[in-house]
């Protein structure tokens, strides 16, 4: 088992920056790759970014592409997102998954977090 705490969540201005963080234990943490997805109210769950188990490869959602990073530091088996330049249509719950390998699907992660909310105002 693999347990998962997302924090950093707020509310910020349009234009403005967050850094989730996603603190693991359990199961060795740099075993896994871990995404980042969101859930708007009334919407699906979709992906955001997910970055490979030793960090090397990472891949984002062209709506985030080039404003969000994310990153690992795996001695502290936690897993960040930075998001710069926010929108309001990023107001979403954001959640923390870890998977096997890497890859975009919600059915490719067997481990999630509570969620973190991200409110962004115009």
């Known amino acids: 088992q693999v347990q998962l705490v997302e924090s950093g969540g707020g509310l910020v201005q349009a234009g403005g920056s967050l850094r989730l963080s996603c603190a693991a234990s359990g199961r060795t943490f740099s075993n896994y790759a871990m995404g980042w997805f969101r859930q708007a109210p009334g919407k699906e769950r979709e992906f955001v970014a997910v970055?490979?188990?030793?960090?090397?490869?990472?891949y984002y959602a062209d709506s985030v592409k080039g404003r969000f990073t994310i990153s690992r530091d795996n001695a502290k088996n936690t897993v960040y997102l930075q998001m710069n330049s926010l929108k309001p249509e990023d107001t979403a719950v954001y959640y923390c998954?870890?998977?096997?390998?890497?890859?975009?699907?919600?059915?490719?992660?067997?481990?999630w977090g509570q969620g973190t909310q991200v409110t962004v105002s115009s």
């Open positions: 998954a870890a998977g096997a390998i890497v890859v975009v699907s919600i059915r490719g992660y067997d481990y």
């Open positions: 970055i490979s188990w030793s960090g090397g490869s990472t």
